[in-house]
């Protein structure tokens, strides 16, 4: 059974990680029960921040001033964290996610999937450009913005990126960074149209197996509705819970991330 201290400590291999990969160079903050990992880019899933289970009504008031009243952006609330912590959030704009969504971590290195998919890892530019372009079909998201944030963690080494190919054709991509001997499944895309094939496990799982060297104990991510079930068939368990709170995410995203739309919206 994982036991508190086990959940906090991998609240804060979160903070670190999404510090290190979203945060290119100098937008990673954090006090208190509380993180932000801001690119400061106008985007929601690209400034990504967080209440951990010791979150209390100041922390999540020091977040929420920290953001600007238009800057659009993701919190992961864990769901132990009382009301009062979010609270602040919701006062500036964001609403809560209707699907809860799980903080994950995992022990074990995997062992690769089979599948009819060639996966490497990025070596070149080439290689680069084609994973922000599946990311961006993927994620919703304007590849000019990931080139400009996550594009730039991979430029600069703080991030590994593999690929997987069907064929002649690149059809899923997964992005990690690490810390320590923690590494990070940062983000997992698989385009519309190439979804339902396999890609997303045998990338993930061969790209996994090949990353978990022996320094590595762990590896930690902070999962969506749609993601769930391939990270549990991989080893990956639910620590905590997110009631997560968004400002400025559209229907697209909401789609791919397997969030209903709030009742409100056409």
Same mark, same amino acid.
């Given at each position: 059974?994982? =036991?508190?201290? !086990?959940? =906090?400590?991998?609240?804060?291999?979160?903070?670190?990680?999404?510090?290190?990969?979203?945060?290119?160079?100098?937008?990673?903050?954090?006090?208190?029960?509380?993180?932000?990992?801001?690119?400061?880019?106008?985007?929601? $899933?690209?400034?990504?921040?967080?209440?951990?289970? =010791?979150? $209390? $009504?100041?922390?999540?008031? $020091?977040?929420?001033?920290?953001?600007?009243?238009?800057?659009?952006?993701? +919190?992961?609330?864990?769901?132990?964290?009382? !009301?009062?912590?979010?609270?602040?959030?919701?006062?500036?704009?964001?609403?809560?996610?209707?699907?809860?969504?799980?903080?994950?971590?995992?022990?074990?290195?995997?062992?690769?999937?089979?599948?009819?998919?060639?996966?490497?890892?990025?070596?070149?530019?080439?290689?680069?450009?084609?994973?922000?372009?599946?990311?961006?079909?993927?994620?919703?998201?304007?590849?000019?913005?990931?080139?400009?944030?996550?594009?730039?963690?991979?430029?600069?080494?703080?991030?590994?990126?593999?690929?997987?190919?069907?064929?002649?054709?690149?059809?899923?991509?997964?992005?990690? =960074?690490?810390?320590?001997?923690?590494?990070?499944?940062?983000?997992?895309?698989?385009?519309?149209?190439?979804?339902?094939?396999?890609?997303?496990?045998?990338?993930?799982?061969?790209?996994?197996?090949?990353?978990?060297?022996?320094?590595?104990?762990?590896?930690?991510?902070?999962?969506?509705? +749609?993601?769930?079930?391939?990270?549990?068939?991989?080893?990956?368990?639910?620590?905590?819970?997110?009631?997560?709170?968004?400002?400025?995410?559209?229907?697209?995203?909401?789609?791919?991330?397997?969030?209903?739309?709030?009742?409100?919206?056409?």
């Amino acid at each position: 059974m994982t =036991t508190s201290l !086990d959940v =906090t400590s991998v609240w804060g291999d979160a903070a670190a990680l999404t510090g290190r990969f979203y945060a290119v160079p100098k937008g990673a903050h954090a006090g208190a029960g509380w993180f932000a990992s801001l690119s400061l880019l106008p985007t929601t $899933e690209l400034n990504v921040c967080g209440l951990d289970p =010791t979150a $209390e $009504e100041r922390g999540g008031a $020091e977040l929420a001033a920290l953001l600007s009243p238009d800057q659009p952006a993701l +919190a992961f609330t864990s769901q132990a964290a009382p !009301d009062q912590a979010r609270q602040p959030l919701l006062d500036v704009g964001f609403e809560l996610a209707s699907v809860l969504e799980p903080v994950m971590c995992s022990r074990s290195r995997p062992q690769p999937s089979a599948g009819p998919f060639r996966i490497s890892r990025c070596g070149t530019a080439a290689d680069l450009n084609t994973a922000l372009d599946l990311t961006a079909a993927a994620h919703q998201v304007s590849r000019d913005l990931l080139s400009a944030s996550i594009g730039q963690a991979a430029a600069r080494g703080l991030a590994s990126v593999w690929l997987a190919h069907q064929g002649d054709e690149p059809v899923s991509t997964v992005w990690f =960074t690490r810390c320590g001997p923690c590494i990070g499944v940062m983000e997992m895309m698989t385009p519309p149209r190439y979804q339902g094939r396999g890609a997303g496990r045998t990338l993930l799982s061969h790209a996994l197996h090949s990353e978990w060297d022996p320094s590595v104990t762990r590896s930690v991510l902070l999962g969506t509705p +749609a993601g769930r079930r391939l990270y549990e068939s991989l080893g990956f368990v639910a620590v905590d819970e997110s009631l997560s709170c968004v400002r400025g995410l559209d229907d697209a995203v909401l789609d791919a991330i397997g969030q209903p739309r709030p009742p409100s919206t056409p």
